[in-house]
């Protein structure tokens, strides 16, 4: 996983309240990014960044927000989860400067139900 | 924008047969191509990469070529294993070093005994 680590694994929560999914990596990876798995779609890309501070959506971002504030962390909340928000949720990080031949790591996954 | 297009599965094989597993995409220019694996209960894992045409990639016995002229990736397997099942995703990063690592919907291999 090279230094890719998810937090909560696994989390149960109610419609409508804020849900926050932590990724933290170690590795001084310049990229990270955000997707969702779901039967049928494969991995969607919610949001990644590009740097501290920079980010930019995906092709499944309404209802998402994220935030880097520093290197190691990037953030997705769920503002008002939704029970179309339930799924399992990936963060990956990698590459420096020439990302096209750098190597992307995941983290293990963080299964959200929404009830 | 760019796009990755994979075969529908689920791919059933026994044991020893030949496995090809189709991706084609649509991008501007020339975009990096990946074939990534999924075991079950796990993370997505780099299995091979390509990142300009005519490259091959290959690792553990898989191989890909980045075709431009088709615009595709086919992973291919000379000898599956039961332990190759799993799901294999077909992805790319558009030029210009954007970053933005989008994948195809994913193909299920299953291989009996």
């Known amino acids: 996983d090279a230094g890719i680590t998810q937090s909560p694994r696994h989390k149960v929560t109610e419609t409508g309240t804020p849900v926050t999914l932590r990724c933290h990596q170690t590795?001084?990876?310049?990229?990270m990014y955000w997707y969702r798995q779901d039967p049928g779609h494969g991995l969607r890309l919610i949001h990644y960044s590009y740097g501290v501070k920079d980010t930019d959506k995906g092709e499944v971002s309404d209802g998402y927000s994220v935030s880097r504030s520093k290197t190691e962390d990037f953030l997705l909340t769920l503002e008002s989860a939704t029970s179309s928000q339930t799924s399992v949720y990936f963060c990956a990080g990698g590459g420096g400067m020439a990302l096209a031949t750098d190597t992307i790591y995941f983290g293990e996954g963080s299964w959200l139900t929404v009830v | 924008g760019n796009s990755v297009t994979q075969m529908e599965g689920p791919v059933t094989l026994s044991e020893e047969a030949f496995l090809t597993i189709n991706c084609t995409y649509t991008?501007?220019?020339?975009?990096?191509l990946f074939w990534y694996v999924q075991y079950p209960g796990e993370g997505l894992q780099l299995l091979l990469k390509a990142t300009k045409a005519d490259d091959k990639g290959s690792n553990k016995g898989f191989e890909a070529t980045y075709r431009k002229e088709t615009t595709s990736f086919h992973l291919e397997k000379g000898s599956v294993q039961v332990s190759d099942s799993a799901v294999y995703f077909c992805a790319l990063i558009g030029s210009g070093n954007t970053g933005k690592l989008i994948f195809g919907q994913g193909t299920t291999l299953q291989v009996k005994p």
């Open positions: 991008a501007t220019g020339y975009p990096s």
């Open positions: 590795e001084n990876h310049r990229y």
